[in-house]
C-alpha cells in the first residue's frame, strides 16, 4: 500500500483514537473506514486482516498492522516522535505505559451503567491526582524543560496530552493543583500539527455517545455488561 495509512475501526475513540492522535501530531494525514456492521468486521476476519481478530487495524507502508502499542510505536519511530537513542526510547516507553495505565480507566468508561459510570468517574479522577499526574509534574519541573523526554516534542507528550484532556471531561479542574501540567498542556496544545487536530472539524473523535457503544456492542457481539474497576 502506498499512500495515506488507512484506519480501520469504529467511528468514536476508543483505542484508535491514540492512534490518530499520534498521526496527527506527526502531521500525517489518513483515511478512515468505519465499522458500522458484523458483516464489515467478519469480512476482515475471512480476509486474513486482523492477525489476531481484533481492530483496531492500520495499512500503512505496504502492511496491515494490528496491536496497537505495535502500531504507535512503528508510527512514533517513523515519524522522529521516540527519542534519539535506546535511553529516552526507554524513557518514553515508561511514561507512555504509565499514561496508558490511566487510559484504560477512561476507555472503559462509556460501556459502564450509569451507577457505575459515577464511581468510575471518582476513581478516574482519585488515579489521575493521585499517582498519574504527580509523576509528571515532577518530571517537568525538575528537568525545567518543555517535554518530557530530552527537550523534544516526543510520543509520550502525545499521548499525556489525550490524558489530560480527557480526564478533563470527567473533571474540568482537575489540573487546579498542578501548574506544570497546566503550563504543558497549553504549551503542547499550541504546537501547529496538535492545534489543528484540536480545531473542529478534525477527525479527533468526540466524547463517546451511545451511539457508539451500541454500534461496538452490535459489531463485536458485547451481549455483556462492563463492570467498573
Known amino acids: 500500500m502506498s499512500g495515506k495509512p488507512k484506519l480501520y475501526y469504529f467511528d468514536g475513540r476508543g483505542k484508535?483514537?491514540?492512534?490518530?492522535?499520534l498521526l496527527a501530531a506527526a502531521g500525517v494525514e489518513f483515511e478512515e473506514e468505519f465499522l458500522e456492521t458484523r458483516e464489515q468486521y467478519e469480512k476482515l476476519l475471512q480476509g486474513g486482516s486482523l492477525l489476531f481478530q481484533q481492530v483496531p487495524m492500520v495499512e500503512i507502508d505496504g502492511m496491515k498492522m494490528v496491536q496497537t502499542r505495535a502500531i504507535l510505536s512503528y508510527i512514533a519511530a517513523k515519524y522522529n516522535l521516540y527519542g534519539k537513542d535506546l535511553k529516552e526510547r526507554a524513557l518514553i516507553?515508561?511514561?507512555?505505559?504509565?499514561?496508558?495505565?490511566?487510559m484504560g480507566f477512561i476507555l472503559m468508561f462509556p460501556f459502564l451503567s450509569a451507577e457505575d459510570k459515577e464511581k468510575q468517574r471518582a476513581l478516574i479522577v482519585q488515579k489521575a491526582t493521585s499517582r498519574y499526574f504527580p509523576v509528571y509534574e515532577k518530571v517537568l519541573k525538575d528537568r525545567g524543560q518543555d517535554f518530557l523526554v530530552g527537550n523534544n516534542f516526543s510520543w509520550a507528550?502525545?499521548?499525556?496530552?489525550e490524558a489530560i484532556l480527557a480526564v478533563e471531561e470527567k473533571k474540568s479542574d482537575v489540573l487546579s493543583g498542578f501548574p506544570q501540567l497546566q503550563a504543558f498542556k497549553a504549551r503542547i496544545?499550541?504546537?501547529?500539527?496538535?492545534k489543528k487536530f484540536l480545531e473542529p472539524g478534525s477527525q479527533r473523535k468526540p466524547v463517546p455517545d451511545d451511539k457508539y457503544v451500541e454500534t461496538v456492542r452490535r459489531v463485536l457481539r458485547m451481549y455483556y455488561d462492563v463492570k467498573a474497576n
Open 93 to 102: 516507553d515508561t511514561y507512555v505505559g504509565g499514561t496508558e495505565d490511566l
Open 189 to 194: 496544545s499550541s504546537i501547529p500539527t496538535i
Open 16 to 21: 484508535m483514537e491514540s492512534i490518530r492522535w
Open 157 to 161: 507528550d502525545v499521548h499525556l496530552l
